[in-house]
């Protein structure tokens, strides 16, 4: 069993940086990934970033490519996504993912936490 805690959500204005954190309890597998999705009211979840919890492979959504970056922190079981040049459409609770590598990058996953919010303003 997988615990992840999400933090780091917040108003913003456009143009701006956020920097998601989600904190992993429990045993991670080596074949895992760990992922954020995100899911606007009215709106289909969406894939947004997953990283290899082994050598740190990662994939992006092509609307968040080049502004946003996932990276993880093996010592203390921590997966972060910087968001910068923030726009209005990524409005959205963000919520951090756990489960096989290549399933998460399919949309499936088999944790997750309960999210954190991110507002941009326009």
């Known amino acids: 069993q997988v615990q992840l805690v999400e933090s780091g959500g917040g108003l913003v204005q456009a143009g701006g940086s956020l920097r998601l954190s989600c904190v992993a309890s429990g045993r991670i597998f080596s074949t895992y990934g760990m992922g954020w999705f995100r899911q606007a009211p009215g709106k289909e979840r969406e894939f947004v970033a997953a990283i290899s919890w082994n050598i740190g492979v990662t994939y992006y959504a092509d609307s968040v490519k080049g502004r946003f970056t996932i990276s993880k922190d093996n010592a203390k079981n921590t997966v972060y996504l910087q968001m910068n040049s923030l726009k209005p459409e990524d409005t959205a609770l963000y919520y951090c993912?756990?489960?096989?590598?290549?399933?998460?990058?399919?949309?499936?996953?088999?944790?997750r936490g309960q999210g954190t919010q991110a507002t941009v303003s326009s």
């Open positions: 993912t756990a489960g096989e590598f290549g399933g998460i990058r399919a949309g499936r996953y088999e944790y």
